[in-house]
């Protein structure tokens, strides 16, 4: 069982940044993509960004463009998701997915194997 472990949440001011790590238990980015969702509270689930396993692809959500940037170390497993320009409406729980179910497009899940969360709250 593939298991995605979050890091990196926290506390920031608006206008601060965070950067966000998915450590995975296998070496399984040889063949998945990996992307970030996030859910605040009381809203559904929303893709973030998505990367391909090469690398070669990647994509954004709107809300996050220019803003955010997503990229992969796959000798260490790991996905990050570099976070600037922090806003409040980026306060949420963020969570890593891996699959081979495409980019996120349509706000579709990457695949079934999902992290268990790490909780970003942006305030000041």
């Known amino acids: 069982q593939v298991q995605l472990v979050e890091s990196g949440g926290g506390l920031v001011q608006p206008g601060g940044s965070l950067r966000l790590s998915c450590a995975a238990s296998?070496?399984?980015?040889?063949?998945?993509?990996m992307g970030w969702f996030r859910q605040a509270p009381g809203k559904e689930r929303e893709f973030v960004a998505a990367?391909?396993?090469?690398?070669?692809?990647?994509n954004y959500a709107d809300s996050v463009k220019g803003r955010f940037t997503i990229s992969r170390d796959n000798a260490k497993d790991t996905v990050y998701l570099q976070m600037n320009s922090l806003k409040a409406e980026d306060t949420a729980v963020y969570y890593c997915?891996?699959?081979?179910?495409?980019?996120?497009?349509?706000?579709?899940?990457?695949?079934?194997?999902w992290g268990q969360g790490t909780q970003v709250i942006v305030s000041s």
């Open positions: 997915n891996a699959g081979t179910n495409g980019l996120g497009y349509g706000n579709l899940a990457l695949g079934e194997h």
């Open positions: 296998e070496s399984i980015f040889s063949i998945y993509a």
């Open positions: 990367i391909s396993w090469s690398g070669d692809s990647t």
